[in-house]
């Protein structure tokens, strides 16, 4: 079960967002918040790619997509939240 903004997202179909409701969840969370950070293990690995559609439904509305693993990274968000943000949207290219 995924949580975003207070509602529960069945994994496979948060996977596929099939009915649309895990980026109409995450666009209105966008239009409250500030800024919205999405911290992602994977982004650890060279050359991830988000293939899934769910992922690719939350990018349209995250202003940055940072990589979260390990104590050196945490550092690494210190240091990256300060930055202007760059908009992940190039990654659905």
Do not use: Y
């Given at each position: 079960?995924?949580?975003?903004?207070?509602?529960?997202?069945?994994?496979?179909?948060?996977?596929?967002?099939?009915s649309?409701?895990?980026?109409?969840?995450?666009?209105?969370?966008?239009?409250?918040?500030?800024?919205?950070?999405?911290?992602?293990?994977?982004?650890?690995?060279?050359?991830?790619?988000?293939?899934?559609?769910?992922i690719?439904?939350?990018?349209?509305?995250?202003?940055?997509?940072?990589?979260?693993?390990?104590?050196?990274?945490?550092?690494?968000?210190?240091?990256?939240?300060?930055?202007?943000?760059?908009?992940?949207?190039?990654?659905?290219?």
């Amino acid at each position: 079960m995924t949580w975003l903004w207070g509602r529960a997202h069945d994994e496979r179909s948060a996977a596929r967002d099939e009915s649309g409701a895990l980026s109409r969840s995450a666009a209105q969370l966008h239009r409250m918040a500030h800024e919205l950070v999405w911290l992602n293990p994977l982004l650890r690995f060279e050359g991830f790619q988000p293939r899934a559609e769910g992922i690719r439904a939350l990018l349209a509305h995250v202003d940055r997509f940072l990589p979260v693993h390990n104590l050196a990274s945490l550092a690494d968000l210190a240091q990256a939240l300060q930055r202007p943000a760059l908009n992940p949207s190039h990654l659905l290219h």
